[in-house]
């Protein structure tokens, strides 16, 4: 089964831009495999970001994108803030017909 | 106002059987595709089961096919995962989603916590 992976953690200066990636184990990532991306803080059900590869849901901050940044997904954060300090999730649709998620990355914000 | 919830968690004895059920509301539930999704203590989100708007198409995650079976009832709003032959490592908060989705953005309820011990 395919692997979809996400760095596991990453750190960001407040006010300042980052980007977080989702791969797969073997391949490259296309708008085919529709990547969304969800943040989730602990205790909490997580939160719908971007969906198809880099549509905003709704009451989503434009500081967030989505898009194909060579052979991988990838979201990016533009002027962090400290609530954005969370777990982000990445999830791609195979072509069996499954979701996979990606690990997770774990964003600190400091 | 979309809104999932799940109900039915709990704790169970390893090889014992638990049925989730999640009512929707705020959408036409029969026009889209309903997804179970799992995290586990600590780790992080496990797609688990996903199922066609009419129920005539199912996929599972190999670590439930043969144990889980997803359903779903139109008329009552509701999604279903039946779990049977449950393991300690099934222990896990479970999520209704409506999503995800090629085309649109993915719901969630707030989920409920089966506990195998």
């Known amino acids: 089964q395919t692997v979809v992976t996400q760095e596991p953690s990453f750190s960001v200066s407040p006010g300042g831009t980052v980007t977080l990636t989702c791969g797969l184990s073997?391949?490259?990532?296309?708008?085919?495999?529709?990547p969304s991306w969800y943040q989730q803080t602990p205790g909490q059900a997580p939160r719908t970001l971007i969906y198809n590869t880099n549509a905003r849901s709704s009451g989503v901050p434009d500081r967030f994108s989505g898009s194909i940044l060579g052979n991988k997904a990838a979201l990016t954060i533009t002027g962090a803030q400290a609530d954005d300090e969370s777990d982000y999730y990445c999830?791609?649709?195979?072509?069996?017909?499954?979701?996979?998620f990606g690990g997770g990355t774990k964003l600190t914000v400091l | 106002e979309v809104q999932l919830v799940e109900s039915g968690g709990g704790l169970v004895q390893p090889g014992g059987s638990l049925r989730l059920s999640c009512a929707a509301s705020g959408f036409t539930f029969s026009t889209y595709w309903m997804t179970w999704v799992r995290q586990a203590p600590g780790k992080g989100l496990e797609w688990v089961a996903n199922i066609k708007e009419d129920g005539s198409v199912k996929h599972y995650v190999d670590s439930v096919k043969g144990r889980f079976t997803i359903s779903r009832d139109n008329a009552k709003n509701s999604l279903y995962l039946q779990m049977n032959s449950l393991r300690a490592e099934d222990t896990a908060v479970y999520y209704c989603?409506?999503?995800?989705?090629?085309?649109?953005?993915?719901?969630w309820g707030q989920g409920t916590l089966v506990t195998v011990s």
């Open positions: 073997s391949g490259s990532v296309s708008t085919s495999y529709y």
């Open positions: 989603a409506r999503g995800p989705h090629t085309q649109a953005t993915t719901y």
């Open positions: 999830v791609m649709l195979m072509s069996s017909g499954i979701w996979v």
